[in-house]
């Protein structure tokens, strides 16, 4: 069913006058509608990037401050206290620098043998 209605409106995208056949046409053309569409999506994705980093940055910084009262760390507190990562730490397990007690299928890591990593590396002569 067509219509014979013609609606001269402003393209929301490109802000050209056009004709429109119906009365909720928002844009002059598919290209337009298309580049609006991408541009929605493109901030979308920039907004929640920034949400995502904003509620990260948060999440670290409370945990920081909750590994500070711990006598023992797991190695995820640990990589988060020494800005480390994941594969860092388990190597240095692994090469016999930091020790660690396995109990119920955790590496726990005692804070003064983190702390004696840096003063054994720092060593002046």
């Known amino acids: 069913m067509s219509?014979?209605?013609?609606?001269?409106?402003?393209?929301?995208?490109c802000h050209q006058e056009f004709n429109a056949k119906t009365t909720t046409t928002r844009f002059c053309s598919l290209k337009c509608s298309s580049r609006n569409y991408k541009k929605r999506?493109?901030?979308?994705?920039?907004?929640?990037?920034k949400m995502d980093y904003t509620e990260k940055k948060m999440c670290s910084t409370k945990d920081i401050e909750s590994t500070n009262i711990k006598p023992y760390l797991s190695i995820?507190?640990?990589c988060l206290l020494l800005g480390a990562g994941d594969s860092t730490?388990?190597?240095?397990?692994?090469?016999?620098?930091?020790?660690?007690?396995?109990?119920?299928?955790?590496?726990?890591?005692?804070?003064?043998?983190?702390e004696s990593l840096f003063t054994n590396i720092f060593k002046y002569k």
């Open 3 to 13: 219509s014979n209605i013609i609606v001269i409106r402003i393209c929301e995208h």
């Open 41 to 49: 999506t493109r901030e979308y994705k920039i907004q929640q990037a």
């Open 76 to 78: 995820k507190e640990a």
């Open 89 to 114: 730490i388990r190597k240095l397990i692994k090469q016999g620098s930091i020790k660690t007690f396995f109990t119920g299928g955790k590496h726990l890591i005692r804070r003064p043998d983190l």
